[in-house]
């Protein structure tokens, strides 16, 4: 369990000094990992978002109705899986809770008209993937009943017997119902191969199955669909998805979750959140996020959520979306993270702080491993050698970092210098606001791409830019000078004649070295 402390309260507000984004915005103390552990207090603690709202109604109206359904939850690393199967497992299993505030009066009707229920969750995290699917769910909802192994009966080879006697022995402790919850269902499909495999895999299409006409809720976490999961034919992924409903969490659920609980607005806040907005479009002029989104996301960009979106192979256990606003905001002495809560109210958090916190992730990927240990190290080296101002430097290298996060994502295309610098949002003018774009493009993309390394202008008007791993001339004509070089015989004084003949020929002796003598 991974808990991020909550932001003091600051002090009050210094006379004509603007706003920093914690005089707006207290950054909440939250657990930045939830486990299916089951602790109470997560349906206490749950966010309805409508991507919540509508996964509850789904589950609860299959729940109340006694008709039976079988879901895949799928949603990436830190989507808020894990919570939401606590917060069910929790409201279905246990006495009549209360519910939290915020619930419509549909929501409260369904969960109202629950009738007790047996909740076997299983984080399959904490069980080794040798482990026999079916054997480990039965042998859990016994236990859940009261019967510890040793004193459970037998399974048998009839799988539909030995489920239907789990149901009538549940309902003969007056809970007529049966929820399971499978946490990390993919990890561990993930895990196997062969026929342990699709052992598993018929079990999940036998238990979807099995649930319709029953009053039989089963709802299994998924972090991508199960064609991604499993390594198996069409057909065997065809039973399982015709008996599988599928509930998403997508990133408007994490816009959502921004607000109501990770990053909450603090009294008055709201009037400077517009000012920001105001001054923001003013001094990029054609940035059109509404106030509405922009309000929802603040003091994150959006970009930077929707950026997010794409890199999903980026998140892990530890790192996901919620652990990168989280530890942006508060800030990692350790990690060398600065808090950005310290900073104007202005300034957002922009999609190029993605690169630095998920950089290890990135150089683990084989797809993207040259992006982290070759294009932006060469730029860390380069940008003192093309650029003189220090904020031209700075400016340069989080536009190199931002290309290669598009060049990562599935999702993006090259951007223009407009849209690059609505994702950065540094104003370099506060007399033209249209020079900040003019000026971007002109003293930063222009020379980035001038230097034939890596980062590329194409088509236009108006250019697009992009980061191209082949595109690396000026490291390439490096490597063939050393190479030049170290062919010259010691004490040659000799000038390598062409530059050019020097960054373009293939490598083997050049004319100058072999005519060199001692």
């Known amino acids: 369990m991974t808990s991020l402390a909550g932001s003091?309260?600051?002090?009050?507000?210094?006379?004509?000094?603007?706003?920093?984004?914690?005089?707006?915005?207290?950054?909440?103390?939250?657990?930045?990992?939830?486990?299916?552990?089951?602790?109470?207090?997560?349906?206490?603690?749950?966010?309805?978002?409508?991507?919540?709202?509508?996964?509850?109604?789904?589950?609860?109206?299959?729940?109340?109705?006694?008709?039976?359904?079988?879901?895949?939850?799928?949603?990436?690393?830190?989507?808020?899986?894990?919570?939401?199967?606590?917060?069910?497992?929790e409201l279905v299993g246990g006495p009549s809770p209360e519910l939290p505030a915020g619930w419509d009066l549909p929501l409260r009707e369904a969960a109202g008209a629950l009738g007790p229920a047996l909740a076997v969750a299983i984080p399959l995290v904490e069980h080794r993937a040798g482990a026999v699917l079916e054997d480990l769910v039965l042998s859990k909802a016994w236990e859940a009943l009261g019967r510890p192994v040793g004193q459970q009966p037998p399974g048998g080879t009839d799988r539909r017997a030995a489920w239907d006697t789990l149901l009538s022995a549940a309902a003969g402790t007056g809970r007529g119902t049966l929820v399971v919850a499978l946490d990390e269902l993919s990890e561990f499909l993930r895990a196997k191969q062969g026929p342990a495999l699709i052992e598993d895999l018929r079990f999940l299409q036998f238990l979807g199955e099995w649930a319709t006409g029953r009053p039989v809720v089963v709802v299994a976490a998924l972090q991508e669909s199960i064609e991604e999961v499993a390594n198996v034919s069409q057909r065997e992924l065809t039973r399982i998805r015709d008996r599988y409903r599928t509930l998403a969490l997508s990133m408007r659920h994490v816009e959502d979750l921004v607000r109501g609980r990770l990053l909450r607005l603090r009294p008055g806040a709201e009037t400077s959140i517009k000012q920001a907005h105001r001054r923001l479009q003013a001094n990029f002029p054609g940035w059109d996020v509404p106030l509405e989104r922009f309000a929802r996301c603040y003091p994150v960009h959006p970009d930077t959520l929707a950026l997010l979106e794409g890199l999903r192979f980026l998140f892990s256990q530890q790192r996901g979306v919620v652990d990168f606003i989280c530890r942006q905001m508060r800030?990692?002495?350790?990690?060398?993270?600065?808090?950005?809560?310290?900073?104007?109210?202005?300034?957002?958090?922009?999609?190029?702080?993605?690169?630095?916190?998920?950089?290890?992730?990135?150089?683990?990927?084989?797809?993207?491993?040259?992006?982290?240990?070759?294009?932006?190290?060469?730029?860390?080296?380069?940008?003192?050698?093309?650029?003189?101002?220090?904020?031209?430097?700075?400016?340069?290298?989080?536009?190199?970092?931002?290309?290669?996060?598009?060049?990562?994502?599935?999702?993006?295309?090259?951007?223009?210098?407009?849209?690059?610098?609505?994702?950065?949002?540094?104003?370099?003018?506060?007399?033209?606001?249209?020079?900040?774009?003019?000026?971007?493009?002109?003293?930063?993309?222009?020379?980035?791409?001038?230097?034939?390394?890596?980062?590329?202008?194409?088509?236009?008007?108006?250019?697009?830019?992009?980061?191209?791993?082949?595109?690396?001339?000026?490291?390439?004509?490096?490597?063939?000078?050393?190479?030049?070089?170290?062919?010259?015989?010691?004490?040659?004084?000799?000038?390598?004649?062409?530059?050019?003949?020097?960054?373009?020929?293939?490598?083997?002796?050049?004319?100058?070295?072999?005519?060199?003598?001692?």
């Open 331 to 518: 800030g990692d002495v350790a990690g060398g993270i600065p808090p950005w809560q310290e900073r104007g109210y202005l300034d957002l958090l922009t999609p190029d702080r993605v690169f630095d916190h998920f950089r290890a992730r990135l150089q683990e990927r084989s797809e993207t491993r040259r992006l982290a240990e070759a294009v932006v190290p060469y730029w860390e080296r380069a940008v003192e050698d093309v650029f003189e101002a220090p904020q031209d430097r700075a400016l340069a290298l989080r536009a190199a970092k931002l290309l290669c996060l598009l060049a990562a994502s599935p999702l993006e295309r090259p951007r223009t210098a407009g849209e690059l610098a609505h994702m950065l949002l540094a104003p370099l003018s506060t007399l033209d606001a249209e020079a900040n774009v003019a000026y971007f493009e002109q003293a930063v993309l222009q020379p980035l791409a001038a230097r034939g390394a890596y980062v590329v202008a194409r088509g236009g008007p108006p250019l697009i830019y992009a980061v191209e791993l082949e595109a690396n001339a000026a490291e390439a004509a490096l490597a063939r000078m050393s190479q030049a070089r170290a062919e010259l015989a010691p004490g040659d004084r000799r000038v390598v004649r062409s530059l050019i003949d020097a960054g373009s020929s293939p490598p083997s002796l050049s004319p100058t070295a072999a005519s060199a003598g001692p």
């Open 8 to 89: 003091k309260t600051p002090g009050l507000q210094r006379p004509g000094r603007e706003p920093a984004i914690a005089d707006l915005v207290e950054v909440t103390a939250v657990e930045t990992v939830v486990r299916l552990d089951g602790r109470p207090g997560r349906l206490s603690e749950l966010v309805l978002t409508g991507d919540v709202v509508a996964a509850l109604s789904a589950v609860l109206g299959a729940a109340r109705q006694g008709r039976g359904e079988a879901f895949f939850l799928v949603g990436h690393f830190g989507s808020g899986k894990s919570h939401l199967l606590a917060a069910l497992a």
